[in-house]
């Protein structure tokens, strides 16, 4: 069983920076590849970033791309979402998960665990 922790939200101006942190622990962490969703109020939940389990893939939201990185670090069972040039709209509840096989996938139903959230609001 694994626990996933998220860590690094806030209230950020729009253009700002944040970055979050997803602590991983009760499993081989380098074994999971990792995914970040995020939840607006009032909308579902939505596929934000992925990254391989041994990091060497990546992939994002047309959303994102290009403001956001994802990055992991097996050692500290850490798994990263870089923030840049962030907007009103990217206001949300950020979820980190977990899913046991190495390939990056966006699909919420192929991860097996995930995180409670951490809110990061971005103001106009």
């Known amino acids: 069983q694994v626990q996933l922790v998220e860590s690094g939200g806030g209230l950020v101006q729009a253009g700002g920076s944040l970055r979050l942190s997803c602590a991983a622990s009760?499993?081989?962490?380098?074994?999971?590849?990792m995914g970040w969703f995020r939840q607006a109020p009032g909308k579902e939940r939505e596929f934000v970033a992925a990254?391989?389990?041994?990091?060497?893939?990546?992939g994002f939201a047309d959303s994102v791309k290009g403001r956001f990185t994802i990055s992991r670090d097996n050692a500290k069972n850490t798994v990263y979402l870089q923030m840049y040039s962030l907007k009103p709209e990217d206001t949300a509840v950020y979820y980190c998960?977990?899913?046991?096989?190495?390939?990056?996938?966006?699909?919420?139903?192929?991860?097996?665990?995930w995180g409670q959230g951490t809110q990061v609001t971005v103001s106009s």
């Open positions: 998960a977990a899913r046991p096989a190495p390939g990056v996938v966006s699909l919420q139903s192929e991860y097996d665990y």
């Open positions: 009760g499993g081989t962490f380098s074994m999971y590849s």
């Open positions: 990254i391989s389990w041994r990091g060497g893939s990546t």
